[in-house]
């Protein structure tokens, strides 16, 4: 049985389910832990326990210190963290606006954080990317200057999947700092799309700073975290309190943290066969489109080690993607056009711009989920051929 | 019957226990509503027209239109948003920094917040407060200047429970407005404090924006709004997909938002019975602790009419306000020293020393529920009885 009862939902990419386990710590939690985890009573410690357990557990699947962990609303505000907060932070140190590198199919959190750290005279630089969605590297060594904070480049692109090499790029980023005697610029990513598949050890990726959220590995909407080393300093930009270590005050939202948390315990104790079985299914419905449809285009890499294994992102000639989507979805397929992360009336996506492709059609995502199956992939694949047959005709 | 297993909790000014009737929207909603609202497949339609009720209903209470309220994820990114919000877009339209005037006992999110301004050049009027908490109205007239973007001053104080006139504050600031034929400042206040037992109605209390949020109003942690009259311009800070009109991006926390709008719409149906009977408790803990314990000074006003229903705040002499609180603990009874939401290390209330008053042994604040009775307050004398006698004696 599924967790949801529709037909099919492939758009895991945009929003997950609750997995069953994390609804169940997300409710208890709710009902029996009311206190504010900064109350010296009772009700106060013990909400204040559950945040560190939390905290810990989150700590121990990246291999840093729980001190290295703090908790946000979710994506958008961690990447907003990490970029604004370095920009503050060295505005505040030196009197001077920073220099900011993200790539050009960063999610618009990042770019936009960024783009915004103009206001106050801050200088951005987007690398290019390849066809694949691969950082031009020789690009980057040539945009460092002495200003430069912080380089973000995501770890799984949300709309092609395309898995980054980042201990290369940190590579690069340390050899710099090394040889300029300096702690800049800090080496961000945004690794949403990564915990269902990869590895996040802090350590051996290289970065010193990372965002995770709860919204798409079967956890809670509203809850996800940045991930600092604790030789980062950053501003925090929501202050108060002085939580979270004094990076991010407000009332921690302890039942969501708690879920978010279970949830990406159960992603690092189920990636090796999620990685197998959606891998499967992946090529499978890759190899019977190419078969079955005809002029269907594929975009992000075709090496599968270079993307995550339940991303498919492909266009059909002639079929504009978002009638597709919603053809698809009168048949029970839910999908997307690009990310859903951007307004609904987004005309383009800025990752297929940036890999090259300028297609009027556009394409769409099929992002599959930890139960998707073979037989929902031939429903998938079915709707796929009726609904490219007839807007073609039309 | 209680809603939590405890003795007697007397810290609802710092968390509330979630309402039955909130858990069981929170859940469900949790459990059947997954899409991503900006989704355009029916499981993002769904979880958008969760979002639009929410909206709707909250804007009701408001007396405001639904575009009008941006979710967030709790008061302190709404009073980060308005003071920040408002810095930033006088910051990218003029090239310079702005001034800001906040009340001395402001929530440390608002002090806070206006203080990082400073980073960007900002400047910050802090206004001084009566012994009561009201705002001194001359020094207000006379911070204004031509850069002045926004005033701050909360609806109902969290430590002392002091309700200030908005109205009188809004016309001093209104009538500056029309003399210069300026939209600034902006008037804010934190209402936080005040859904429980005062009238939310923006246009009679004649502010342009209003924090409001779910954890003190036994509603969900992580969850809040900020009011904006449609006429007020700020820039976001938090960027990217452009979710909640272009004002707060980042994927909405739809159950977390749903439960939230229930708890304010049980407040806003509860209220004046609540306003009655917590009044009632509150008055008579306030008698007896005058007649049975000697050497009590309370803080913040005596008109009921000028303070929160739920709020006592009581120091002894003699005697210590951090061990007050423990040792009520350990006798079952949670109370706080002003404000929990401060960090747990805090030596002195900001509040009372811009009340004017400097006690070397401070004091407790006990903020009443909706189910706390008579019996409760008879436990919570003798328990004060008890530890202030020892705690003298030591």
Known sequence: ???????????????????????????????????????????????????????????????????????????????????????????????????????????????????????????VTVLPVDQNGHTNLTELKNSFTEDTVLVS?????????????????????????????TAFPYFHTDACQAPRFFSLKAESLGIDMMTIN?????????????????????????????QEFGLRSGTQNVAGISAFSTALEICEQERDAQVKNVSTIRDYLVEEIKKQISGAIFYGSTESTNRAPNN??????????????????????????????????????????ALGFTSPFSSIRLSLGKDTNKKEANIIIEALKKETTRLRRK
């Not at 326990?49 to 994506?75: H, M, N, Q, Y």
């Not at 949300?158 to 050899?175: A, F």
């Not at 987004?346 to 990752?351: A, G, L, R, T």
Request: with cysteine; net charge positive.
């Open 153 to 181: 480049v995501g770890y799984v692109n949300n709309e092609v999947g395309t898995v980054v090499d980042l201990k290369q790029i940190s590579k690069i980023i340390r050899d710099y700092r090394k040889k300029q005697g």
């Open 1 to 123: 049985m599924k967790l949801w009862s529709r037909k099919v939902y492939a758009d895991t990419a945009a929003s997950t389910p609750l997995d069953p386990r994390v609804l169940t710590v997300l409710t208890q939690t709710a009902k029996n832990i009311f206190g504010n985890p900064s109350s010296i009573h009772r009700a106060g410690l013990e909400a204040g326990k559950i945040l560190d357990t939390s905290r810990e557990k989150i700590a121990g699947i990246l291999g840093v210190s729980p001190e290295e962990i703090v908790f946000t609303s979710g994506g958008t505000e961690a990447n907003n963290l990490a970029i604004r907060g370095a920009f503050e932070a060295y505005y505040k140190k030196t009197g001077k606006p920073a220099h900011i590198i993200v790539s050009a199919i960063e999610h618009k959190s990042v770019l936009e954080a960024a783009e915004n750290c103009k206001i106050f005279g801050g200088r």
């Open 312 to 353: 498919i992102n492909v266009g059909f000639d002639g079929v504009m993607a978002e009638d597709l989507v919603i053809g698809l979805d009168v048949l029970g397929i839910e999908a997307s056009t690009g990310s859903a992360c951007s307004s609904k009336s987004k005309p383009e996506s800025h990752v297929l711009k």
């Open 214 to 242: 709860g919204s798409k590995i079967y956890g809670p909407k509203g809850v996800g975290c940045l991930y600092l080393n604790k030789d980062v300093k950053i501003n925090p930009i929501q202050m108060g309190g002085g």
